[in-house]
């Protein structure tokens, strides 16, 4: 999947949000959830405080996805729900799509010209669909290594091989790089919302 890069617009640089996508209970559940349940869990809450914390806290946005009947995240049943509250004042987006701006007022939330720093589920879903919609519509975009996250995936048309959550989510990493999202490690999170 190709991204298309936008014309940029003059730095916002008051204009910084954090979005975090699909960070639902099922998929981070102890049984069911993605491979690295523990880790990408600790390393998003950690992303949330630093960001929570901050004198000039970024807008924080939640975007929840909204299944089919019987699918894990169908609405109001356990598997929908956000795995960390949101404040009164930040934004929840609920979606039908991959690309968390179709359908949807997240592009009405965020600026044209904000940086917007993306965690959650999953890689190559809804963080690849919406990360390159973000570009398209000229926002920088940063994404955290080890704060997004899927599953594993059988290869059906290739005997039923599988290939494993963390090679997926290294490829997602690769195609965005490619594409001009700015990838940072956790090491760098303390920096993350501050004057640059």
Not at 66 to 89: A, K
Request: hydrophobic share 35%.
């Amino acid at each position: 999947m190709s991204c298309h890069i936008a014309q940029h617009h003059p730095p916002c640089f008051t204009c910084r949000v954090l979005l975090l996508l699909d960070v639902q209970a099922g998929m981070l559940h102890e049984k069911n959830g993605v491979p690295s349940r523990q880790s990408v869990r600790s390393n998003i809450e950690r992303i949330l405080h630093c960001a929570r914390s901050e004198k000039q806290p970024p807008l924080i946005i939640h975007v929840r996805n909204s299944g089919e009947v019987s699918d894990p995240d169908e609405p109001n049943t356990p598997g929908w729900y956000l795995v960390f509250p949101p404040l009164p004042h930040e934004p929840v987006v609920d979606k039908r799509k991959n690309n968390a701006f179709e359908g949807t007022n997240l592009g009405d939330l965020i600026h044209p010209t904000a940086e917007v720093i993306v965690v959650g589920m999953q890689s190559e879903y809804c963080i690849r669909a919406t990360c390159c919609a973000a570009l398209a519509r000229g926002n920088e975009v940063i994404l955290i290594r080890g704060a997004h996250a899927t599953f594993d995936r059988v290869e059906i048309w290739n005997g039923g091989t599988v290939t494993k959550a963390h090679a997926i989510e290294g490829q997602v990493e690769a195609e965005l790089d490619d594409a001009g999202v700015s990838l940072l490690d956790m090491k760098d999170v303390s920096q993350l919302f501050k004057d640059r």
